[in-house]
């Protein structure tokens, strides 16, 4: 009757053992989703719409992932820097660039297309070339923003700091453009894929100037990922484009399609950008 009853204890500690290692009872995955300061989403909508993607990477893993919202960017560093987010898929591009260079993420794609800064002027703006706007008023989005560093790097690049220029620093984007319709200032920079920037040219305005392009919304995957593990989410995102079902997963997040040769560019834009970001983080 012992023996009996050890065997069947034993039976029941490795099926427990056995069952407790099983993908079905896996924590899952977590995907933090950063939309920056643009865009007026809440949690449940942007679930709605980043959650079929996360399925596809889901798909790939054979891993359930969930999407977190995540609104400020000290909570998106903090949990790539604590390894609390899985995937990250963030803009501004600088954050998913500090997980590369000093969290240890892994790159997977980024989303096409590229971004730009616009160095836009009125439609009646006589200026005309770049090298004239030298001297003039210039409006830009926020000093510590990833678009005004942007700006700041590639009007560097052309021969023009903007530190020696009449430079207004502005919160949003929108507010760029009311300066310049209302003759407050005679130069702006704007996000190539911001709504403001859309809307201007929309309007008849003029684009005097399109920097270099740098990665857009990058994907990232955590550094206890396996290289097996991202080459599979890696093919799964760049494979979107090739059916109706993934076509509709790349319009429902608001991209063209994924591509997976921006790697060196992002580890290479905090040095462009300048300043402190060429330093390593503690």
Known sequence: MRQRLRALGTAFFTSFLLSAASPSMAVNLTMGISEGTSGGLDHAQVIAKYQPLANVISQALNAKVDVVFIREFKALEDGMKTGRFDFVMARPSDYPARGLRDYGYHFIASAKPDGQCLIVVPKDSPIKTLAEAKGKRFVMPEKISYMSRFCHAELRDQGILLEKENVKYVR??????????????????????????????????????????????????????????????????????ESDAGQAVLKTVGIERFDGGGEKRLRELLNWLGTDEAKAAP
């Open 172 to 241: 949003e984007q929108g507010a760029v453009t009311f300066y310049m319709e209302n003759k407050f200032s005679d130069v702006g920079g704007l996000a190539s894929y911001s709504g403001a920037s859309k809307k201007w040219v929309k309007d008849g305005n003029r684009v005097l100037h399109q920097s270099v392009t740098q990665p857009y919304f990058p994907l990232i995957a955590s550094k206890n990922l396996t290289e097996a593990q991202v080459a599979a989410v890696r093919k799964n995102v760049l494979a979107l484009g």
